[in-house]
């Protein structure tokens, strides 16, 4: 794959693992809700196949999402896989019948659930393995200890190379790192949902990626108004601005904005490349 030069450039989550800042979330390439599978499968392979094209080489993904149905999706489109990429899954849930996602964080379910992730996508070895730990958008308390362990074993043995957490607190995060290191974490954060601001300070300088999901989920009417105006003032989309801002917010900062159309996954990288001016950053800061 031809280099390409994509907003933000590229960061280094590990020695043998650098990426794209801004990268990819298959969640949408599923069906409604997440559960069974998209109404134009080729539609959904197109788009990973143009995420490739694009330079893109970060996609974010799991077992659950389907379930088997996401992962089964990249495994045909970009089997086998481009020596640039580098694919980043979850574990610690399941999907029952009707469609919840109840957790599932026995070291055994979470043996059951690398293996699936391993057989799915065709992979010897996962390059990422996110612990996804608490509720939909928020952390829960309690330890992590066992869960996480169970992960590190499994490192041991080469079925994952790195690890992650998702929907944590800065304790359960200084838990993991009591027990292995870890190169990201996944939580819930925008522009209008900043709770996470002195914890992305904080792991900057450990060079541990911190990746928001929803980048434009749970906006007050108000605060979504302020953001249409910025975006209505620099001829922009509001996702564009939003994706903006994030890069801007800490080098850090890996995006992974999902969508089933190749018109939206362009316009997703082309709006991440906005220069926000101080006067439009003081006017979005002020959402929070």
Known sequence: MAAKTLPGGTFVMAEDLTVARVGYGAMQLAG?????????????????????????????TSDFYGPHVTNQIIKEALHPYPDELRIVTKVGAYRDVKGGWPHARSPEQLRQAVHDNLIHLGLEALDVVNLRV????????????????????????????????????????????????????????????????????????????????????????????TLESVATRLDTTPMAVALAWLLQRSPNILLIPGTSSVAHLRENVTGAALALPENELTALNSIS
Do not use: W
């Open 134 to 225: 608490g509720g939909f958008d928020s952390p829960t308390p309690g330890s992590i200890a066992e869960p996480f362990t169970a992960l590190a074993e499994m490192q041991q043995e080469g079925l994952i190379k790195h690890l992650g957490i998702s929907t944590v607190s800065a304790e359960q995060i200084a838990e993991a790192q009591s027990i292995a290191p870890i190169v990201c974490v996944q939580n819930f954060y925008n522009l209008a949902h900043r709770l996470d601001d002195d914890l992305i300070e904080s792991l900057a300088p450990q060079g541990i990626a911190y990746v928001p999901y929803f980048p434009l989920g749970g906006f007050t009417p108000l605060q979504s108004d």
């Open 32 to 60: 409604p809700h997440v559960f069974g599978p998209p109404a134009d499968r080729d539609a959904a392979v197109a788009v990973l196949r143009e995420a490739i094209e694009l330079g893109i080489t970060h996609i974010d």
